[in-house]
């Protein structure tokens, strides 16, 4: 597993926790360390080999959870806390980020008040006219989801 999967992962989870609503100081640590894995010069996986969870935590952004989770990363391709997370919010709630026009707010309510998880959940609820209905969407943000939608 490279630094760039691994760094891509921490992103994915601090997306997932800001979709979901929660702590902020906690999501920004993911990102904080993602952007530390993804631009240090040595591989995670040879430090994890040679240095264990103490030389991941030389990183700048990287304490004991986190290197933990580099290291389970590494061993089993995924972690427990990811795996709890995509349990409860699947990550393609991820793919509704992805679209012009819905932001992690819209992605939260649209998952959390209407269970909308993927873009075909989207695309059925947008067709049967929902985003109309839905608070903070106006007609003009309603139309460019609409649109961007169709050109997927």
């Known amino acids: 597993m490279t630094n760039e999967d691994i760094a891509r992962r921490f992103n994915q989870m601090a ?3 800001e979709v979901r609503g929660e702590d902020p100081f ?3 640590s993911y990102r904080m360390a993602a952007e530390a894995i993804e631009t240090w010069p040595t591989p995670m996986a040879e430090i994890a080999k040679h240095e264990g969870a103490a030389g991941l935590q030389e990183l700048p952004g990287v304490g004991k959870a986190i290197a933990g989770k580099i290291v ?3 061993e089993k391709g995924t972690f427990d806390a990811w795996e709890r997370l995509t349990a409860e919010t699947p990550a393609t709630v991820l793919d509704l980020l992805a679209l012009p026009g819905v ?6 309510l649209l998952h959390q008040k209407f269970k909308i998880a993927s873009l075909d959940d989207l695309r059925k609820f947008a067709a049967g006219g ?3 209905v839905v608070d903070g969407i106006g007609p003009k943000t309603a ?3 609409k649109r961007n939608l169709a050109e997927l």
Do not use: Q
């Not at 932001?103 to 939260?108: C, D, H, S």
């Open 15 to 17: 997306s997932l926790m």
């Open 26 to 28: 906690r999501l920004r």
């Open 72 to 74: 389970e990363l590494i």
């Open 103 to 108: 932001g992690p707010k819209t992605a939260a």
């Open 130 to 132: 929902g985003l109309e």
């Open 143 to 145: 139309e460019r989801i």
